[in-house]
């Protein structure tokens, strides 16, 4: 705060700036005028000081510690531009840090998860900022990612639903979330929501359909959508029972292991690890295929290689041509 003293009849103001002290003569009589006036000016000098705006040859342009403090001035913005240079050759491209980014969540993610990750980073994100800097990227430019995707060239089907998109464009969210903490920048992600999906209609089947399909199916499947039906189990769940994991004694299913990809491996979370209770359907459905594969091998369902059954070819030679016979509407299996 400027301090205003009385110097040889004249007035002195005495304050700080850029950590020095500084007291400066005026030409200004000590008089009850022009004491108001130079208060006022003094305020608006505190008040530039403070917003950084205050040029010190403004207010005394024949002052010694003029060029003194800009010298010092120019010193400090070298020093600043120095500094910034060297923040911004620490940053990594976008591809760069991608890496580092799945080399560290890989422990956490089941492989078909990282694969998928994978997959969608080096379809889209990577052509698109893969050799930029991460603090480079701006948030009009993933808007623009955004609206790209849901227009896909790659995909002939039509647009990507927003749920794809969603799905696609985390990933980019969390690099460049965990790289703005990591290297003190604003994410261009602060603000831009996720797209809105729209709900979709699930119609189960009614007992009258499930009795029908059941009748109609193919005959070495009709234990397999007896215990998907009666169960509620998810498609990688019974897809990858295994006959240790039935009690016949307890008349339980231990839901323990999933395949996905072809690949064996604990449920996705703690949750999904829970027993069922064997309906008298199921118990007689599991009783008649120990019949067939129980002694053979250690899943319940397999195909004739005595591997797991592969669900999207059940789904395309099975399912949907089963549905289509009986006339009954085309849903997803897990609709069922």
């Known amino acids: 705060m400027a301090t205003i003293k009385t110097r040889s ?28 006036s130079s208060r006022k000016s003094w305020k608006r000098m505190e008040a530039e000081i403070l917003l950084g705006t205050f040029l010190y040859r403004d207010y005394f342009p024949k002052s010694k510690k003029v060029s003194f403090f800009d010298d010092l001035k120019r010193k400090m913005e070298t020093a600043t531009t120095s500094q910034n240079n060297n923040h911004t050759d620490n940053v990594p491209t ?69 749920s794809t998109v969603n799905k696609t464009i985390t990933p980019v969210r969390m690099i460049l979330n965990e790289a703005a903490e990591r290297y003190d920048f604003t994410s261009p992600f602060r603000g831009v929501k996720s797209l809105k999906v729209q709900r979709v209609d699930v119609e189960p089947f009614t007992l009258e359909e499930v009795n029908l399909f059941l009748k109609h199916v193919r005959k070495d499947f009709q234990a397999y959508y007896n215990v998907r039906f009666f169960t509620g189990m998810r498609t990688g769940e019974i897809d990858g029972l295994q006959w240790k994991y039935v009690d016949f004694e307890r008349r339980q299913i231990l839901v323990r292991e999933t395949i996905v990809s072809g690949k064996l491996t604990y449920t996705k979370t703690d949750g999904s690890q829970r027993e069922i209770y064997m309906s008298q359907p199921v118990y007689n459905a599991l009783q008649a295929q120990h019949k067939i594969t129980g002694a ?41």
């Open 94 to 162: 976008f591809a760069e840090f991608a890496e580092r980014w799945l080399s560290e969540k890989r422990v956490e993610w089941r492989d078909s998860h990282y694969d998928a990750v994978v997959n969608a980073l080096k379809a889209y994100a990577l052509p698109a900022f893969g050799d930029r800097k991460v603090s480079d990227i701006t948030k009009a430019e993933i808007l623009e990612f955004r609206s790209n995707l849901a227009k896909d060239p790659l995909r002939k089907g039509g647009q990507l639903k927003a």
């Open 296 to 336: 053979y091998g250690q899943f319940v369902f397999w195909n004739r290689n005595g591997n797991p059954l592969e669900h999207n070819n059940v789904t395309k030679r099975v399912w949907h041509p089963t549905l289509a016979f009986l006339g009954l509407r085309q849903r997803p299996p897990y609709q069922r």
């Open 9 to 36: 009849g004249k007035l002195q103001v005495d304050f700080r700036y850029m950590g020095h002290r500084c007291r400066e003569q005026t030409r200004f009589t000590d008089t009850l005028p022009t004491a108001r």
